[in-house]
């Protein structure tokens, strides 16, 4: 068929028909593959295919019709091909992405990487109760509609690590959420074509989307980024096929994309606020748009207006309200108390069913127990606990705590001058009373002073102090009742509604909780302070009652609790900020999971994503090398295309038409733009950040490589075209099939995917990245004892050599010389990183409840079950080694005695901890082992240390990782509630017990 080219308009008309084909140019609007013959009509040219001289060729001699039926059959399928390719290729690329995203989906049957909390997620919906994430809602109830759909019940764990039991079909959830990685590939490929780029380009752009590891292996699983990769290409796509209708402008095609684009900003930007960077994409484009129209003198004014009001409408109000919608469902399936009740405000948590809130008295009295939750977004419960403040008074800690228990309770009482006066009658408590708060747990007192607050300085600190009888006048606070939500009487105080604040008598300071978190002595907790500024407006300072105990008086009458719609979606909106916000690395560790966005483009690191013994099925998520260099490099080279093109304009040099410049800076801006605006904001931000981050930056990135080539393809010969094309699908392809066991999953030792890592090493035009896989991956085959990692892997870094702490000797190890390890971890971690899943902060806010102390009672160690008692190990004279006669497979060679005087924790192992696996608090407990153990060194800094002190380690450095993580990973037993360590000792001074073959695993890597 001819193409012909209204020059006019610049769009491509139908020779036969002599209709426009809108919005859809398809395989070659701006290529000079094909020369102008101008036709009668001055204003329209055909477009003729050019010939290898550039003269217009003789038409070609009609071929004989074969005889053979073969033949024949073949001419009409590849016609049929011809006459629906449109459809077909897209088909075809389909069929692909399903097969190679749901191949093996179900091979490994363990709870994988963020699975932990997106299927954990998903339980609550089934079960209708109400939790806390950093998230919108919407892709997380996709998954717990996943799970509705395979008929699971809501009641497995999703701990990491875990076998997935028979009664969850996790196979089927997998696929669910593998549907939005797949459809990717055929918007890539549509996307392409909507930018008019040539048929063999946009093929190259599916097969890139297609044939990357990282996108292939993170639709792989139970997880919110295939969905929001899938509504961030569909943006783009939407966006696109608008842009083409421009010329259509309020015809109903242009209606239903414009309206598409804003019903996919608000499914984007529902999954995760990562979305609100197309947001800004497509709200740039739409600036320009409008400001052009603005400038055409010739469009009358209404209609410059009506393209206001239809953009305010589709592209701002559909979104806003596809995104409240999605908390309106997320609220109205979320009906049953849960686990993030405390995020939310009181009035909220009353009308969840489950929870006592109905039993509230209504109006507080002198010797009622109580719970005060802070007004303010993300405020917590006040909270006291056993522990004392390491500076300042160093009396009984006071904070905000996030989660239920005992600690949360306070009674109200009088002051000890009037406490002679109380009577067995009910006296209210008043506003403008002066009253004492006494924990229930410890019977200490609330209690502020002159003393500066340990993290916010400029208020006075506070804490607990004294008791029944012992105190002064610090422990008094008056009540001031800013005012009532269900009322306008303040002149009692009544639970849940009654908003108010606490003023010291002495001092005159409010009682506040700023969302300023503790160090790790106070367990990341939220500070409280005495704020010396009296700000009445700062919701900060106000509190409420949230739950109400009293025998004396009767329950609140029902339904005297309501709150608002748009109150609970703003709360929680702001509470999902300021936990974003506090996701911030933990100066006490190193996350070796994390990553900078500076190491991204170039694929500097990988991340594990499971357990890596040879018995698990391993997955990493690495991308293809070719793919992330060439977009990466593509980005360049655009700026420097670009600039160049810009500076010859200057000196009137014009090296393409107004129309293909035009289309060159459109396309190469948006696709730029969309790259840097999902790719820089990682760069500010002050939160951990992690290689999937940057996924859909890399979608934007991977379309500019096929723009490119086409665009500087656009004067070569077809051949040389077709060969340059040819040698990028062989690169893509064969990086993949060689990269792709990574992501399907590998089985058996890891040490087989040595290669890989030596192969993206070699490739690198960048030289070696010294990624992650390599410590994370290929050091696990190696002949590594455990405590070599534990304490000396920095040596890596220094001279490859290693001392031996019983001789003094220095000894070579060939294998450990072969490591340059990005990063510093134990052995522990080595072979359960994958299992580990984000910051310990970022699990608290997503549900997961962290350690706190539950009672006032120091227990001591509770030592494991013991089978039977061993000798203690012998050290191999040949090499080093302490060998074990019932584990001979494990072959530490620093005993724990070693491990503790080269300073290996930063004197942190044993301070006081609260078990989450036992409900315990813990203190003291290193006395159980022989005192030589602990000879030169000081208990106070190096042994029970509330802070980690690198100075303290042999190499200056911190590693490892919280306990708070390895509990919520489940990594920690019963038996030994500190972790491997403790186990070692254990083991080592001859205690044996059940659990002795797992924990010696972990040395040997299964």
């Not at 764990?157 to 028979?166: A, L």
């Not at 594990?608 to 698990?616: K, L």
């Not at 450990?816 to 052995?827: A, C, E, P, V």
């Amino acid at each position: 068929m001819a193409h012909v080219v209204d020059l006019q308009s610049g769009e491509f008309v139908h020779a036969e028909n002599d209709l426009k084909r809108r919005g859809r140019p398809r395989s070659m609007p701006f290529s000079d593959e094909y020369e102008a013959m101008r036709l009668e009509d001055p204003n329209r040219i055909s477009l003729r295919k050019r010939q290898p001289d550039d003269k217009l060729a003789k038409p070609l001699p009609r071929r004989p019709l074969s005889s053979n039926k073969a033949s024949s059959a073949g001419s009409r399928y590849i016609a049929y091909w011809q006459k629906n390719e449109d459809l077909l290729i897209p088909l075809v690329l389909t069929l692909i992405s399903f097969w190679t995203r749901f191949y093996a989906i179900g091979r490994s049957n363990i709870v994988v990487w963020d699975e932990a909390h997106f299927g954990k997620f998903g339980s609550h919906y089934i079960k209708r109760e109400f939790y806390f994430d950093v998230h919108p809602p919407l892709g997380k109830i996709l998954v717990g509609f996943s799970g509705l759909l395979a008929g699971y019940n809501g009641n497995f764990e999703f701990k990491s690590g875990e076998v997935y039991p028979d009664s969850v079909n996790y196979t089927f959830m997998r696929v669910f959420s593998a549907i939005f990685g797949a459809l990717m590939v055929p918007l890539a490929y549509e996307t392409a074509l909507e930018l008019k780029l040539s048929r063999r380009a946009c093929l190259l752009a599916a097969c890139m989307v297609l044939l990357d590891t990282a996108y292939l292996c993170i639709s792989r699983f139970i997880l919110l980024d295939s969905m929001l990769l899938f509504f961030t290409c569909s943006t783009l796509y939407c966006l696109s096929v608008f842009h083409n209708l421009k010329d259509e402008a309020f015809s109903l095609d242009w209606w239903i994309w414009l309206a598409f684009t804003g019903l996919s900003l608000g499914c984007v930007s529902s999954v995760k606020w990562v979305g609100f960077f197309i947001v800004a994409l497509v709200g740039l484009y739409t600036i320009e748009e409008l400001w052009e129209m603005f400038g055409d003198l010739e469009m009358p004014f209404e209609r410059y207006l009506r393209h206001w009001i239809a953009r305010i409408l589709c592209l701002i109000v559909l979104p806003i309200l596809v995104y409240i919608f999605s908390f309106a469902l997320h609220f109205a399936i979320l009906n049953h108390s849960g686990p993030g009740d405390a995020q939310m405000s009181s009035l909220f948590q009353a009308r969840l069913k489950g929870n006592n809130f109905d039993q509230n008295p209504l109006e507080l009295a002198y010797g009622s127990k109580v719970t005060f939750k802070n007004y303010g977004y993300g405020g917590g419960l006040l909270h006291s606990h056993v522990q004392s403040f390491p500076t300042g008074s160093e009396q009984q800690q006071v904070t905000c705590y996030h989660y239920k228990d005992n600690n949360n309770d306070w009674v109200v009482k009088k002051t000890r001058e009037a406490s002679d006066y109380i009577t067995d009658d009910v006296e209210f408590v008043k506003n403008g009373d002066t009253i004492r708060l006494v924990h229930d747990n410890t019977g200490r007192n609330l209690h502020s002073h002159a003393i500066k607050a340990p993290v916010t300085q400029s208020d006075w600190e506070i804490s607990c102090y004294g008791n029944e009888t012992v105190g002064d006048n610090n422990d008094y606070w008056i009540v001031e009742v800013v005012d009532d939500i269900s009322t306008k009487d303040t002149s009692r105080i009544r639970s849940l509604t009654t908003r108010m604040r606490f003023r010291h008598q002495q001092l005159g300071c409010y009682l506040s909780a700023n969302n300023v978190v503790l160090p790790q002595w106070g367990f990341r907790q939220v500070e409280v302070t005495c704020d010396k500024r009296d700000r009445p407006h700062d919701t900060h300072q106000w509190w409420n009652i949230e739950q109400h105990w009293n025998d004396k008086l009767p329950p609140a009458p029902r339904n005297v609790y309501r709150s608002h719609f748009f109150k609970d979606f703003w709360h929680l909106n702001v509470a999902m900020w300021v936990s974003n916000n506090a996701l911030i690395p933990d100066p006490d560790k190193e996350d070796i999971l994390s990553s900078a966005p500076t190491d991204w483009p170039l694929l500097l690191v990988g991340l594990r994503m499971c357990g890596w013994g040879d018995d698990q099925v391993k997955f990493y998520l690495l991308g293809n090398p070719i793919v992330w260099w060439s977009s990466t490099f593509a980005l360049v080279v655009f700026l420097t295309v670009t600039a160049a093109y810009i500076i010859r304009l200057r000196r009137q040099i014009y090296d393409m038409s107004p129309a293909r410049w035009e289309h060159f800076l459109y396309v190469g801006k948006t696709l730029f733009l969309g790259w840097l605006l999902h790719y820089i904001p990682f760069g500010i931000m002050g939160r951990v950040t992690y290689l999937h981050h940057y996924f859909p930056a890399l979608y934007f990135a991977i379309l500019m490589v096929p723009f490119l080539l086409d665009h500087i393809t656009m004067h070569a010969h077809k051949r040389t075209r077709d060969l340059i094309f040819a040698i990028a699908f062989f690169a893509v392809i064969s990086t993949f099939l060689y990269f792709s066991p990574l992501a399907f999953g590998v089985t058996g030792p890891i040490e087989k995917m040595r290669g890989r890592q030596t192969a993206v090493n070699e490739m690198s035009i960048f030289g070696n990245n010294a990624s992650v896989m390599q410590s994370q991956c290929l050091s696990i085959g190696d002949s590594l004892t455990l405590f070599h990692t534990l304490t000396d892997m920095q040596l890596r870094d220094h001279d490859n050599k290693e001392t031996d702490v019983d001789t003094g000797d220095k000894r070579s190890h060939a294998d450990q010389g072969k490591h340059d390890s990005k990063k510093q971890k134990t052995k522990q971690e080595e072979d359960n990183i994958g299992n580990e899943t984000l910051d310990h902060k970022e699990a608290e806010d997503r549900g997961a409840k962290p350690h706190d102390e539950s009672n006032g009672k120091l227990p001591k160690s509770t030592p494991a079950k013991q089978n039977k008692q061993a000798s203690r190990p012998k050290r191999s004279e040949k090499t080093g080694d302490l060998i074990f006669e019932d584990y001979p497979e494990f072959r530490p060679n620093l005993t724990p005695k070693d491990v503790l005087q080269i300073g290996s924790f930063g004197g942190t192992y044993f301070r006081p901890i609260h078990s989450q696996e036992t409900g315990q608090d813990y203190k003291d407990d290193y006395k159980e082992f022989p005192d030589d153990w602990f000879e030169g060194l000081d208990i106070g800094k190096h042994v029970i240390s509330p802070d980690y002190d690198a100075n303290i380690n042999r190499f200056k450095v911190k590693c490892g990782q919280t306990l708070e993580q390895w509990e919520e990973q489940g990594w920690i037993r019963d038996h030994d509630p500190r972790g491997w360590f403790q186990w070692y000792c254990r083991f080592y001074e001859g205690r044996r017990c059940e659990d002795d073959a797992y924990q010696a695993s972990f040395y040997a890597g299964n």
